[in-house]
């Protein structure tokens, strides 16, 4: 799978759209599929921000890695439940000080959390 192919998954899975992916990420229009016509791997400013957007390493993105988690995303979910939500919160509260806004990995995070729960 390209990177183009797993952007479009990562798309669908998160219920947007690539011009949205585009727009959030404050790349130019049709950038995304360009990629995709030029058979070309993203550089390294969009590749990073696409990969912040969705929480994943951008070695998933350029295809050095199966696994779109990061190594922290998979040390908190081995964690019992109450440190899980802790360390959270205080990444959280430390990124929104060091950064002013909060990715949207740590939203997905907490909704994995969140449905282990009520399981």
């Keep these: ?6 952007i479009q998954n990562l798309c669908k899975e998160h219920n947007i ?4 992916l585009e727009e959030a990420c ?3 229009q ?7 016509k030029r058979n070309s791997l993203p550089s390294g400013e969009p590749a990073i921000k ?3 957007y969705f929480g994943v390493t951008t070695d998933y993105l350029l295809g050095l890695s199966e696994s779109p988690a990061r190594p922290l995303d998979d040390f908190i979910m081995q964690l ?3 440190s899980q939500i802790r360390i959270i919160a205080m ?15 740590f939203a997905d995070i907490r909704r994995k959390l969140s449905l282990n729960e009520s399981e």
């Design 50 to 52: 696409i990969a912040r």
């Design 17 to 20: 759209t690539i011009t949205k």
């Design 26 to 28: 404050e790349l130019s």
């Design 80 to 82: 019992e439940r109450t």
């Design 30 to 36: 049709n950038s995304i599929k360009k990629w995709d």
């Design 91 to 105: 990444i959280e509260e430390l990124w929104r000080i060091e950064n002013g806004e909060v990715p949207n990995g």
């Design 1 to 6: 799978m390209n990177a183009y192919q797993k």
